[in-house]
Structures are given as structure tokens and as C-alpha cells.
């Protein structure tokens, strides 16, 4: 694929049918092609494969190579895992998720996802492994791509293998291996095979994972991966030392170890030496187990001072190559700038002369209709003054006219009775009289009787215009006193009239000394103490 990527390169810059320079297609391959040359080189020379990818990475991000810029950015984490420095391998990876969520790769995609769910399980963050795994699987079902699929059951299977959840990890692995049984891919079955000798070790059924480790074996024999076979073939002598079949056990080690050896393999050649320091430990053999836990621990400190050292290099290298790319930008960036200072501050000084005209025009056109505001405010307030005026007037004069309405009433009553009370004695003095009473005179005491009797409205018209000149007198009389007669409201509402005594009696149509009487019953009634006047509780309510 690589040559051919290469030599469609070259035809399209030699050929005079693509005479585009700086096409997009063009930059696109030459994308792809550091991307193929990165991946390659990931197995021979890590250092070469950072450059390499950081190239693709810097110019998929000047040229606005979407896809490039993703596969570059994950490819940049995958250089970061293998050299074990997480936190910018997760940078990376979800640099190259945040790309994918907007420019359609799916394959792509879910593999990012399963470099993340990898990463994270490195992080020891088991939520998030699981999460990413089940995304990619879901991806790769509704491509209907068997082979990753396959392999993502492997990665869940895994995880639960970690987490000790047997029956899981089983599952899925078997899941994952009937997949790869359906479809012939061998090297993908292996790592299969190798994952479920381990779960079976780790549940101590050393038959079973005997038997899946050399299958695994004898598939990687088929496509010749020594670093895998190293490790199988170790996994088989920790199987035969833990069954007690040492000297079985021994040749898978040292074979391993040549293998480990000739690949210049430190991890593996460490993870050898210590399990042969256990094999020899288990056949009381001290100084063989002390020499080969030595040199485990010797090559454990080389390794990681070495890696460190390796890493911090790789780290300044590639951030120093980075630091110094950001640093033209800025240049870049410096230049264009300075450029349109000119033109921004002149722009700007006549922004702002045009803004202080404004704002003067603006502070004289508030300081009119401040003026006038004003002088609309004081008008309306004149107006009102004078309206309410005219409406406290208008209800002094109802309530002037209420009160005449009642004292007229009122009197006509008083004189209503007391032209009674006068025609009550006169006929009086006729049943005593001997003498025949002239007609005439009975015929005009019939007469003022029946004018009078024609000007009484009687006590519901006295209350009607009682109430409009003082409301809620009789309201709250009774709430205080429920029991109160009619008489005793008329008692109680002339009183509040500070009528006299005398014209009480009479236009209540009795003596003085009932009208005593009368004003002691409401007294009591109304439970007053002996300091408090009648006549002043009347007037507060």
C-alpha cells in the first residue's frame, strides 16, 4: 500500500494532467505517506517514527487535513504509550476523538477508542475501559468487521480478567475466538489463545491452560512474531513450574530467554529471569535463584533508567521541535499584525473623536428632554393637586349634604311627634270635655294628622340615610353587641347625632324618664366600665 501511495505520488507531480502545485489531494498523500512511513518505522526506530508522525501531525493541521491530522494525532499517542508516558498519550488519542466526532471514519474511530480503552486500563481507570472498549465493539458490529471485532472481544475479555471476573472474560474470549475461527485470521486467534491459557492459570486449571498456550504457540510459529513467542513460551514454563514439572519447565524459560535475547527484548528478558529465580527457588537450588533475581533486579533498574532517560530525551526533543514550530507561528502571527497597527489606531482615534461628538450631542439631546420632562412631570403634578381638590370638594360637599339630608329627616321626625303628642292631648281633653267638639276642629287635626303621617318614611328610611353619613355604624355596634333591638339602634344612632335628651324623647316618642331608663339598658348591654361615658364610646365607632 505504501508504494503505491508513493508511486501515485510521483505521477501526480510529474504528470501534466495534476499540474495543481499545493493541491489537496497532493498534500493529502504526502499525509498519508509520513503516516505509512511512521507506522513503519514504529518497530525499527521509535525516534524516527516520532519525527515522522509530528511532520504528518504539523502539516494535516497547516493544510486543514482533517483525517491526516487525526490518524497523526492518535499515531503520536500510540508512540507515547509504548514509551509509557500516559498523560500526553491521552492528549493525543483525545485530540484525534474530538477530530472524529465531526469528519466520518468510523474504522478509524473505534480504533482510537480501543487505544484509549488500553491506555486507561494502564491509568488504572477500570470505568473508562470498559466504556471505550464497548464503543469501538459497537462501531465495528455495524461495520460488520469481523476481524476487529473479534479483537475488541479480546480487549473486554481482558478487563475482566483484571478484575477477576472469570466467567466474563471467558465469554468474551470465546466469543472473540469463534469470530476468528469463522473467518481464518490466524494472528489475531493466538493472542486469543494466549489470553485464555492466562485466565485459566489464574484459576489454576493448568491442563486447560496448557493446551491454550501451545495452540497459541504453535499459530505464532505460522506467523513468525518472536516478541509473542518469548512470552508464550515463558507462560508455558510458568505453567510447568506451577505443575512441579521443573525440567519441562526450564526449557520453555530458556528458550524464551533466547528469544527475548536475540530481540533485545529487556521487559521480557526480565520478566525470564525472574520466573527462573522462582524455578530454581522451588527445587531448593538458592544459588542459582539468588544469581537469576539479581540480575532481574539489575536489568529492572537498567531498564527503567534507561527508558527514563530515553523518555525525558524524546519528550524535550519533541516539545522543543513543538515549542520552536509555535514560535514562527507567533512570528508569523507578530508580522500580520504589526501590519494592521497602523491602520487600528487610526481607525481608532477617529472611532473615538466620532464618539465624543456623539456623546455630547447625546448628553445635550438628555439634558433637553430632561428639561422637558420636567416641566411635563410639574404640569401633570398641578393637574393632579387640582383634581384632587376638586375630589375632596366634591365628597366634602356629598358628606355636607348627606348630614343636612339627615338633620332635616330627623327634625321632621322630632316635629312629627311632637304634633302628635299635641293631638294625643288635645283629643284627650275632647274625651274630657262635656260639651260637643266643634267638627271643624276634628276635621283639621285630621287633616296635620294625615300630612304629617304622609312625611314619615319611617325607621328604615332614618337608617338608610344614617348609614350614608356615618358607614358601618350599625355594623359594628352589632358585632359588639348582637342582641341590640331596633330601639336600641335608634337610641344609639341619634346619640351618635349629639342630639339633646329632649329631642331623643320625642323622636323616639317618649318621656325623659323612659329615655333614662333606655340609655341605662344599652349602657349595660354594651358592658361599659362606670368611668367610660355612653355618649363618648358612640362617637368612636
Known amino acids: 500500500m505504501r508504494h503505491l501511495l508513493i508511486l501515485f505520488s510521483l505521477l501526480y507531480h510529474t504528470s501534466p494532467i495534476f499540474s495543481q502545485s499545493e493541491g489537496k489531494i497532493t498534500q493529502q498523500i504526502d499525509g498519508y505517506i509520513l503516516l505509512d512511513s511512521a507506522r513503519t518505522m514504529m518497530s525499527i526506530n521509535t525516534d524516527s517514527a516520532f519525527v515522522l508522525a ?3 501531525e504539523q502539516m494535516a493541521s497547516k493544510q486543514g487535513l482533517p483525517d491526516v491530522q487525526a490518524q497523526s494525532a492518535q499515531l503520536l499517542g500510540q508512540l507515547f504509550f509504548v514509551e509509557a508516558a500516559y498523560n500526553q498519550a491521552l492528549e493525543y488519542f483525545l485530540k484525534a476523538e474530538k477530530i472524529w466526532q465531526s469528519y466520518h471514519n468510523p474504522s478509524q474511530r473505534a480504533a482510537n477508542f480501543n487505544d484509549l480503552g488500553q491506555l486507561y486500563s494502564q491509568l488504572k481507570r477500570p470505568d473508562k475501559v470498559l466504556y471505550y472498549h464497548q464503543a469501538a465493539l459497537h462501531i465495528y458490529q455495524k461495520l460488520q468487521d469481523i476481524q476487529e471485532t473479534a479483537g475488541t472481544y479480546g480487549h473486554v475479555g481482558h478487563y475482566f480478567e483484571k478484575k477477576e471476573m472469570y466467567d466474563s472474560a471467558l465469554f468474551y474470549q470465546y466469543r472473540a475466538l469463534a469470530l476468528y475461527d469463522s473467518a481464518s485470521y490466524g494472528k489475531g486467534k493466538s493472542l486469543i489463545l494466549e489470553n485464555l491459557g492466562s485466565i485459566y492459570e489464574d484459576l489454576e486449571e493448568y491442563a486447560l491452560a496448557e493446551q491454550f498456550f501451545k495452540q497459541s504457540l504453535e499459530l505464532n510459529g505460522v506467523f513468525e512474531d518472536p516478541s509473542s513467542r518469548a512470552r508464550i ?13 521443573f525440567p519441562e519447565a526450564f526449557t520453555y524459560m530458556q528458550e524464551a530467554l533466547t528469544l527475548a535475547k536475540e530481540q533485545q527484548d529487556q ?31 539489575i536489568l529492572y533498574k537498567q531498564i527503567y533508567s534507561e527508558d527514563g532517560l530515553r523518555q525525558v530525551a524524546r519528550l524535550e526533543t519533541f516539545f522543543g521541535a513543538d515549542m520552536k514550530n509555535r514560535e514562527i507561528a507567533l512570528l508569523e502571527k507578530d508580522r500580520r499584525i504589526s501590519q494592521l497597527v497602523f491602520f487600528l489606531i487610526a481607525a481608532g482615534l477617529s472611532l473615538i473623536i466620532i464618539l465624543a461628538l456623539l456623546l455630547i450631542s447625546r448628553q445635550r439631546m438628555k439634558l433637553q428632554q430632561s428639561t422637558e420632562l420636567y416641566d411635563t412631570q410639574h404640569q401633570l403634578m398641578q393637574v393632579q393637586k387640582h383634581n384632587n381638590m376638586l375630589a375632596e370638594q366634591q365628597l366634602k360637599n356629598e358628606l355636607d349634604s348627606k348630614s343636612r339630608s339627615l338633620t332635616t329627616y330627623t327634625l321632621h321626625l322630632i316635629e312629627k311627634n311632637q304634633l302628635l303628642k299635641q293631638v294625643k292631648s288635645e283629643l284627650k281633653e275632647i274625651d274630657h270635655a262635656d260639651s260637643r ?15 304629617n303621617l304622609s312625611r314619615d318614611h319611617n325607621w328604615d328610611d332614618f337608617r338608610k340615610n344614617f348609614e350614608e353619613v356615618h358607614p358601618a355604624f350599625f355594623k359594628k355596634l352589632v358585632s359588639r353587641i348582637p342582641g341590640l333591638s331596633q330601639a336600641e339602634l335608634k337610641l344609639a344612632a341619634l346619640m351618635k347625632m349629639r342630639m339633646s335628651s329632649t329631642d331623643i324623647a320625642a323622636m323616639m316618642g317618649i318621656s325623659t324618664n323612659s329615655l333614662r331608663i ?13 368611668a367610660q361615658k355612653l355618649n363618648t364610646f358612640l362617637q368612636t365607632i
Open 54 to 56: 509530528q511532520e504528518a
Open 233 to 245: 513460551l515463558n507462560n508455558l514454563g510458568d505453567v510447568s513450574y506451577k505443575t512441579q514439572h
Open 267 to 297: 521487559y521480557q528478558i526480565r520478566s525470564v529471569y525472574r520466573d527462573l529465580a522462582q524455578l530454581f527457588a522451588a527445587q531448593h537450588l538458592h544459588q542459582l535463584a539468588y544469581q537469576y533475581l539479581d540480575s532481574s533486579v
Open 437 to 451: 267638639y266643634p267638627k271643624k276642629v276634628l276635621r283639621n287635626l285630621s287633616k296635620d294628622i294625615d300630612f
Open 518 to 530: 333606655a340609655r341605662y339598658r344599652l349602657r349595660k348591654k354594651l358592658e361599659l366600665d362606670k
